[in-house]
């Protein structure tokens, strides 16, 4: 059973960078398209950012030019290096493969972009 740890969230001033990691254990990810998924207050769930396992990499448009999604195969890490943050950025954040493992969801990281 795979398990993500989420990390490196917290409170951001609009403008400011994160970047958050996700540490993988279980099973090593080298041949998984990995996502970041985020969970804003009252909405679903939705897919922010995928990396291939050729590391190939897509974003959602709400994003895209802002964030950019990379991975460390030997670490079992996948990453979001978020800049330019806007406070509808604001949400809970996680990692799973893609498309996801249902029961592997963690606990994520809460990203909050306020003055």
């Known amino acids: 059973q795979v398990q993500f740890v989420e990390s490196g969230g917290g409170l951001v001033q609009p403008g400011g960078s994160l970047r958050l990691s996700c540490a993988a254990s279980?099973?090593?990810?080298?041949?998984?398209?990995m996502g970041w998924y985020r969970q804003a207050p009252g909405k679903q769930r939705e897919l922010v950012a995928t990396?291939?396992?050729?590391?190939?990499?897509v974003y959602t448009d709400s994003v895209k030019g802002r964030f950019t999604i990379s991975r460390d195969n030997v670490k079992n890490t996948v990453y979001l290096q978020m800049n330019s943050l806007k406070p509808e950025d604001t949400a809970v954040y996680y990692c799973?493969?893609?498309?996801?493992?249902?029961?592997?969801w963690g606990q994520g990281t809460l990203v909050t972009v306020s003055e």
């Open positions: 799973n493969v893609n498309p996801p493992i249902r029961t592997s």
């Open positions: 990396i291939t396992s050729g590391r190939m990499t």
């Open positions: 279980g099973r090593f990810l080298s041949g998984s398209a």
